[in-house]
């Protein structure tokens, strides 16, 4: 018997696309299986063809967001850059970009599921700690070589200045959900991207 995960059929991605919007606008406590049926336009069984729960749903969706993010940053045209710093700002820049009106579609699946799960659903806890982790150490890297360029003495680490580019962006996500517009989102990340001008500005002590 195949596994569940394995199986492709275009009824299980209508329901894995649908549950990214609808886990984003609803939350995933409030999100029932009909709404996301609903949304997909399949039916209770086609659903639990594929999945045996919200959750096994969930996780699917989680690793679903991850493949088209990885793919989505992978084509960036920031990437392009020579300069380790460009990328870094052209990164943040990229982000600010893909902000818009329509905060369930521009907000991010992990940061959505973890503030509800973390406590309650350890799998769905792990499993976007792991894809943020992913981002992290992948943001890390340009992080890295831009600090050996620019400030090599400087005493923070790349990771953790990655880790702080995260918690911007997912924090700045919350604020633009709370006041239901991306504005206060797009003024984060300026702040952020100034930031980190000031800091590769530096002169770290010899």
Known sequence: ???????????????????????????????????????????????????????????????????????????????????????????????????????????????TMVQETYDTHPNIRAACHGHLHDHVELLAKDIAAAKQERVPDARWSAESLAAFTQAVLQGAFVLAKAENSPGVAAESLAHLRRYLEMLFAERAPA
Do not use: W
Request: charged share 20%.
């Open 1 to 111: 018997m195949k596994d569940r995960a394995q199986v492709h059929h275009p009824s299980k991605t209508k329901l894995l696309d649908a549950s990214l919007r609808v886990i984003r606008s609803k939350g995933y406590s409030a999100t029932t299986v009909d709404d996301i049926c609903g949304a997909a336009g399949v039916t209770k069984g086609s659903f639990f063809h594929h999945f045996s729960s919200k959750e096994e749903l969930a996780l699917a969706a989680a690793d679903h967001f991850a493949g088209m993010a990885k793919e989505l940053f992978a084509t960036a045209p920031y990437t392009h850059a020579a300069d380790p710093f460009a990328r870094l700002l052209g990164y943040v820049d990229f982000r600010n970009g893909l902000l818009c009106d329509d905060l369930a579609f521009c907000t991010c699946l992990f940061g």
